[in-house]
């Protein structure tokens, strides 16, 4: 029985023809929108980009090193000078400070967050908690009471910073530490 419907439908070509284009449409598709070009970074985290077969940094290693970078500029910033005590140091005795915790992952690298504290005066605002009214009262009376209420406000609007988010911390820092010196 298939074969006989074979041969009647191929012997009559026209009718063919007619059959296909009334029982099918031929739908033209949009050319495909080429993607946007990629950052150094961002091709780093492709397979594409990575020429061998050389695993990522870690997580850990990666925020390692921007909390070495940026705690070194700081301090460099603040001239190894405690923004409280006035206390001059050098790198082993003077400390980056957060006005807000490094818990908020928001202002982790801030550098409105972050100025040089003595260890005294760090570990002070760490492990009691009224002198951290002190830190507080010295950033509202250098920046103002908005930039504090806006840090507040905000401190926990991020959760987790990613691989490429710690990169361009790497780079950002990596760059301004050798305007500095």
Excluded at 89 to 102: A, E, V
Excluded at 150 to 160: A, L
Aim: net charge positive.
């Amino acid at each position: 029985m298939g074969f006989l419907y074979r041969k009647v439908f191929l012997k009559n070509k026209n009718m063919n023809k007619k059959i296909l284009t009334d029982t099918f449409q031929f739908v033209s598709y949009p050319k495909p929108i080429k993607p946007p070009k990629l950052s150094k970074y961002q091709r780093l985290m492709t397979k594409k980009g990575r020429k061998h077969k050389k695993s990522l940094p870690s997580i850990s290693s990666l925020k390692k090193k921007a909390n070495l970078l940026f705690s070194n500029f700081i301090r460099s910033r603040d001239k190894y000078t405690c923004v409280l005590c006035k206390f001059k140091g050098d790198k082993t005795t003077i400390d980056n400070g957060h006005l807000i915790k490094r818990s908020s992952k928001l202002f982790l690298f801030s550098e409105l967050n972050c100025h040089a504290l003595c260890k005294k005066c760090n570990y002070k605002d760490w492990k009691d908690g009224t002198y951290h009214d002190v830190y507080v009262a010295w950033f509202i009376k250098n920046y103002g009471a908005f930039p504090y209420a806006d840090m507040v406000e905000r401190k926990d609007s991020i959760k987790q910073l990613k691989r490429l988010d710690y990169l361009e911390i790497i780079d950002k820092y990596d760059q301004k530490s050798w305007t500095i010196r």
